[in-house]
């Protein structure tokens, strides 16, 4: 009998324990879901700020010149490959030219042949000429050696003129290099057959050096020529002053953008032809501005909010921007100095009370 009120007191006991768990774990959950959601916010102070465009340019020569073939053909030489040094008047590359080499052989050969016919007719002339001057030969004798001299030299000239006819022909499969410079670029290989609109050659000359970039059409018409710029080659530290020295009109219709040309005001190896570099152009300076991270903003029903901390809630509000790439936005009209923006504006909703915490990393200025 003892024994089994104390097995029921044990089982009571151990219902009672199970109880005031259930309602401690159903207590926390409540606490947690009621308790204010913990958010990063930045506070807003005016400073200087920047409206910068960012842009990946390469270096290339001021003067570059593409080398195609006057003659469709099969590569069978090259002489020089990327990197290399090249004079001006220096053979590049040949191209399959056997038909014109052999007919500046055969017009080798014809010329010795009459080189040879005209040196026996001008030894006739000359035997004929002492006999005529003894009365030996006849005037009509003596006229038939002079016109086969001039007969003679005539087909010797001809024969010249057909033999640098022969050779100017071999030369249009020769590949000369234009101007003194550096091989940028050979995209061919011995034995390829090429046409006259195949690119064989790229040749940047030595000295002065430029940067090409492309920027979206829509920003284009806000930068100007005078823009502060600032260059770095890629993967180095190195920053280097620049400035712009064209913009053009023309927009192109595959990307929508604009060419832009860059002059570096530093004189560095680094700024070799062929290599990328980072180009940021400073298009408008401001002393006093605030500014927010892009993230921090979002969209509703078309306007730009962000969340401002206001008696402890997240309080949506209205904004006017600059609307400018970058990581940071410049805020012109809705907030003022001394507020908190959340950070995530996903993290919370509308009204939703919050705990914040300030962020050291994410300032808003």
Same mark, same amino acid.
């Given at each position: 009998?003892?024994? /089994?009120?104390?097995?029921? =007191?044990?089982?009571?006991?151990?219902?009672?324990?199970?109880?005031?768990?259930?309602?401690?774990?159903?207590?926390?959950?409540? *606490?947690?879901?009621?308790?204010? +959601?913990?958010?990063?916010?930045? &506070?807003?102070? %005016?400073?200087?700020?920047?409206?910068?465009?960012?842009?990946?340019?390469?270096?290339?020569?001021?003067?570059?010149?593409?080398?195609?073939? %006057?003659?469709?053909?099969?590569?069978? %030489?090259?002489?020089? /490959?990327?990197? /290399?040094?090249?004079?001006?008047?220096?053979?590049?590359?040949?191209?399959?030219?056997?038909? %014109?080499?052999?007919?500046? $052989?055969?017009?080798?050969?014809?010329?010795?042949?009459?080189?040879?016919?005209?040196?026996?007719?001008?030894?006739?002339?000359?035997?004929?000429?002492?006999?005529?001057?003894?009365?030996?030969?006849?005037?009509?004798?003596?006229?038939?050696?002079?016109?086969?001299?001039?007969?003679?030299?005539?087909?010797?000239? $001809?024969?010249?003129?057909?033999?640098?006819?022969?050779?100017?022909?071999?030369?249009?499969?020769?590949?000369?290099?234009?101007?003194?410079?550096?091989?940028?670029?050979?995209? &061919? =290989?011995?034995?390829?057959?090429?046409?006259?609109?195949?690119?064989?050659?790229? *040749?940047?000359?030595?000295?002065?050096?430029?940067?090409?970039?492309?920027?979206?059409?829509?920003?284009?018409?806000?930068?100007?020529?005078?823009?502060?710029?600032?260059?770095?080659?890629?993967?180095? /530290?190195?920053?280097? !002053?620049?400035?712009?020295?064209?913009?053009?009109?023309?927009?192109?219709?595959?990307?929508?953008?604009?060419?832009?040309?860059? $002059?570096?005001?530093?004189?560095?190896?680094?700024?070799?032809?062929?290599?990328?570099?980072?180009?940021? *152009?400073?298009? !408008? !300076?401001?002393?006093? &501005?605030?500014?927010?991270?892009?993230?921090?903003?979002?969209?509703?029903?078309? +306007?730009?909010?962000?969340?401002?901390?206001?008696?402890?809630?997240?309080?949506?509000?209205?904004?006017?921007?600059? =609307?400018?790439?970058?990581?940071?936005?410049? &805020?012109? =009209?809705?907030?003022?100095?001394?507020?908190?923006?959340?950070?995530?504006?996903?993290?919370?909703?509308?009204?939703?009370?919050?705990?914040?915490?300030?962020? !050291?990393?994410?300032?808003?200025?």
């Amino acid at each position: 009998m003892e024994r /089994d009120i104390m097995d029921f =007191d044990r089982s009571k006991i151990i219902r009672a324990a199970i109880v005031i768990v259930l309602i401690i774990g159903a207590a926390s959950i409540y *606490i947690r879901a009621t308790a204010p +959601q913990t958010v990063k916010v930045a &506070i807003l102070t %005016e400073g200087p700020a920047e409206q910068s465009l960012s842009v990946v340019g390469r270096v290339r020569p001021l003067n570059l010149v593409q080398i195609q073939s %006057e003659r469709a053909g099969a590569v069978v %030489e090259l002489l020089y /490959d990327e990197g /290399d040094q090249v004079s001006k008047g220096a053979l590049l590359a040949r191209v399959r030219a056997e038909q %014109e080499r052999a007919a500046i $052989a055969v017009t080798a050969a014809q010329i010795k042949s009459l080189e040879a016919q005209l040196s026996l007719a001008v030894k006739k002339q000359q035997r004929l000429e002492t006999l005529f001057a003894q009365g030996w030969v006849t005037r009509a004798a003596m006229d038939e050696a002079d016109a086969a001299v001039a007969a003679g030299r005539a087909s010797l000239e $001809a024969g010249q003129a057909s033999a640098r006819q022969a050779v100017a022909a071999a030369r249009e499969y020769d590949i000369l290099a234009p101007m003194t410079g550096t091989i940028l670029s050979r995209p &061919i =290989d011995a034995g390829q057959v090429v046409s006259t609109a195949t690119i064989l050659f790229e *040749i940047g000359s030595d000295g002065p050096i430029e940067i090409r970039a492309e920027i979206d059409e829509y920003y284009a018409d806000a930068v100007p020529l005078a823009a502060d710029v600032i260059i770095s080659p890629s993967g180095s /530290d190195q920053r280097f !002053k620049g400035r712009i020295t064209e913009i053009s009109p023309r927009i192109d219709s595959s990307t929508g953008g604009r060419l832009m040309r860059f $002059a570096s005001e530093t004189d560095d190896a680094s700024l070799r032809p062929g290599r990328s570099v980072n180009v940021t *152009i400073v298009v !408008k !300076k401001y002393d006093n &501005i605030l500014s927010v991270p892009r993230t921090s903003l979002f969209k509703n029903r078309g +306007q730009n909010q962000l969340y401002i901390v206001g008696s402890g809630k997240a309080v949506p509000r209205n904004v006017t921007l600059v =609307d400018w790439p970058g990581s940071n936005v410049i &805020i012109t =009209d809705g907030v003022k100095a001394g507020e908190r923006v959340i950070l995530d504006p996903l993290s919370v909703q509308a009204d939703e009370e919050v705990d914040v915490v300030v962020s !050291k990393s994410d300032k808003a200025s």
